[in-house]
């Protein structure tokens, strides 16, 4: 049975930040909508607080996310341990989305990822920063979630970005 949270607490917020990837999930209000799951990675997930985080959305595929949150705000985000004891953790809440070169965006990119590894600075294909307003902490076992060891990240995404400067995000 899953245990529930008002916040995430410091020993939750250790252990996302040991985790690799997080998936995270939206849908749009329409019942004929599809609901989009998402993976993440790249170390793009930061916590501002006990009740708010954020991720750097880079572009690769798709725009459901940023769609969906801007319909409705709701967001999912999800952690799951593929290393060491079995859990999965989530994020419930409310997201807006702060576009690039919006005042918001520059104040959380700055705060939060200049300068940091990977260098995203040098990056282009930033696409936003997407803010989950954390409501409620979900916790549960993970017992059927494989266990796999992290190689590395996958080089593709960020190598595309770096060579292709003149590029527009869509």
Sequence with gaps: MGKFYDEISADQQEWIHKQKMFIVASAPLSGTGTINASPKGYDCFRIIDANKACYLELGGS????????????????MFMAFEGEPKILRLFGRGHVCRVDTPEYNRLYDAHYRGTSPDFDTIEGKRAIIVINVEKVGISSGLGVPHYE?????STLLDYWGKNTEKKVE
């Design 62 to 77: 798709e725009v459901e996310t940023q769609s969906h949150v801007e319909e409705n705000g709701r967001l999912t985000i």
């Design 150 to 154: 992290f190689k590395e990240n996958r």
